[in-house]
């Protein structure tokens, strides 16, 4: 099965924005694995009371049948009859919170009002017997709907777990891979164009570094003094000529030419 379809932003925005995403997952994996262990166990002790009060339940109403039955023996249906109340019993639900899931916790029931003062015996342990079976049906009926809710959110707390252990990390895991892999790719290709860049500045027709001495140039002296000394350049007239140096070069008239003598 193929993991969820993400919309990661390029760059290293979509590095950051996947690192965040992935501590989520990973904190809501710790938070959902705990929430699970709790729900089995609270699920585990109510799924005992549900047995319990089930087998209470049964066992009160098979009396108050009995009870029933002698009654309708002793006085029959009519005295029965007359011994009902107009009145209805009320139920009353608190509820309880167990790691955020709501679910019934316990219930009271208040009865009617008490029988006419003619009412005989047989009919009076009769409503006494069916009062108590009421009880117990109503702690049962309160302990099956929490295992119900309970149930029903642990289910929904393993898949939302698997969905994002098993799906979603690792569909992030792999779209990180991804950015950080293009990323690295795109730094090396930066830096071989740079590279590149440079070298072509160097070949090109009159490139040179900075420093460099061009071809055609004199060394400078040293000392900056240009006037006189050995290096050829006087102080007044073309360069090449000098007015006191050595033979071969004129004081006045064309390169080539001495003062005396041929030239040469």
Known sequence: MSGPRLAVPPGRAG???????????????????????????????RRDTVAATEREWARLSAEADRALLLASLLGGQRAIRLATGSEFAQLQIDDAV??????????????????????????????????????????????????????????ATRYRLRAIRDRLIPALEQARAQVALAIDEQERADGARLRRAGGSSLHRPGGHRPGDQRPGDHPADPSGDTSDGPSGISSDGPPGVTSDGPPGVTSDGPPGVTSDGPPG
């Open 98 to 155: 167990t790691i955020g899931v709501r679910h019934p916790a316990r219930g009271s029931l208040v009865p009617p009002a008490g029988p006419d003062p003619w009412a005989g015996l047989p009919a009076e342990q009769a409503r006494l017997a069916h009062r108590a079976a009421l009880d117990a049906a109503v702690k049962h009926a309160v302990a099956a709907e929490a295992v119900r809710i309970l149930a029903a959110e642990t289910t």
């Open 15 to 45: 590095r950051l924005w996947l690192d965040r995403r992935l501590g989520a997952a990973r904190r809501g994996v710790d938070l959902l694995d705990r929430k699970l262990r709790i729900l089995q166990l609270e699920l585990a002790a």
